[in-house]
C-alpha cells in the first residue's frame, strides 16, 4: 500500500461546478498535512495547509479526518484556471520528509 | 524577497555520466531539501541539507549525495546515471527543518539520461 494515495483522475468538470478530491494516509503518526497545486511541467507550489478542524480559504477547503486518515479538497465555481494536478502531502515518519501523493489531475471545462 | 532558484533547467546526460544541479534557498530559508519527480509521480524525497550537514535521508543509493554551502545554498550531485534518473530534480527550501511554516520550490531542473 502507498503511504498517501489519491485517485489519480482526470476529473472533468464544468466551469463553475463543485468538485472533491480525498487523499489516504498510512501513517497515523503524521501531523502536517497539506495540498499542494502543480501545473503541467512547472513546480508544486502550496496551495494550503490542512488543519485539524478544518480550514477555508476562497473557494477551497480543505477538511482532515485523523481517524480515518483521509483528507478531502473542495473546490467550489470551479474556474477554467483551476485546471491542474493536486497533490496531497503529509509529513512522514521524520518530520524533515513529505510524503506526496501522485497526485489528481483537474481539467475544468468551458 | 528572491525565491528559489535551480539551474540548470534543463540538462541532457549519457547514462553513466554524473551531474550536478544547483539551488539558491530563498532569503531567510536555512533548510534545503531535494526531492525527484518522475513522469506522473509524486516528488520523492531524496535528503535534506541543514546547517551544511545532512539531515536525513530517503530511499536513495549513496550515488546521489549533496551539499549546503555557509550561505544555504545547495548541490545535487548524480554519479553513474542510470536511465530511471531522468525526472524533474525539485530543491524547496525552509525556514526550518520541520517544514511547519512551508516549503518554497524551484522551478526544477528537467534531467534526461541517454
Known amino acids: 500500500r502507498k503511504e498517501v494515495e489519491q485517485d489519480p483522475g482526470p476529473f472533468n468538470v464544468p466551469e463553475g461546478a463543485t468538485v472533491a478530491f480525498n487523499c489516504t494516509y498510512s501513517?497515523?503518526?503524521?501531523?502536517?498535512f497539506f495540498w499542494y497545486r502543480q501545473d503541467c511541467r512547472k513546480e508544486p507550489k502550496l496551495l494550503m495547509s490542512?488543519?485539524?478542524?478544518?480550514n477555508e480559504d476562497g473557494r477551497f477547503t480543505a477538511q482532515l479526518n485523523r481517524a480515518s486518515q483521509y483528507i478531502s479538497l473542495l473546490i467550489r465555481d470551479s474556474k477554467l484556471s483551476d485546471s491542474a494536478t493536486y497533490l496531497c502531502?503529509?509529513?512522514?515518519?521524520?518530520?524533515?520528509?513529505?510524503?506526496w501523493g501522485a497526485g489528481t489531475k483537474l481539467i475544468i471545462k468551458p | 524577497e528572491t525565491g528559489v532558484t535551480q539551474s540548470p533547467t534543463h540538462l541532457i546526460k549519457t547514462r553513466g555520466q554524473q551531474v550536478t544541479l544547483r539551488c539558491s534557498s530563498q532569503s531567510g530559508h536555512n533548510t534545503v531539501s531535494w526531492y525527484q519527480q518522475a513522469l506522473g509521480q509524486g516528488p520523492q524525497f531524496i535528503f535534506q541539507y541543514y546547517r551544511e550537514e545532512e539531515n536525513g535521508r530517503g530511499n536513495f543509493p549513496p550515488r546521489f549525495s549533496g551539499l549546503q554551502f555557509p550561505n544555504y545554498s545547495s548541490e545535487l550531485n548524480v554519479n553513474a546515471l542510470e536511465l530511471d534518473d531522468s525526472a524533474l530534480y525539485l530543491c524547496a527550501s525552509s525556514l526550518d527543518t520541520t517544514g511547519d511554516y512551508g516549503y518554497t520550490f524551484g522551478s526544477g531542473t528537467r534531467l534526461t539520461v541517454v
Open positions: 502531502v503529509v509529513n512522514g515518519k521524520s518530520n524533515y520528509q513529505l510524503i
Open positions: 501513517n497515523s503518526a503524521s501531523q502536517s
Open positions: 490542512v488543519y485539524s478542524s478544518g
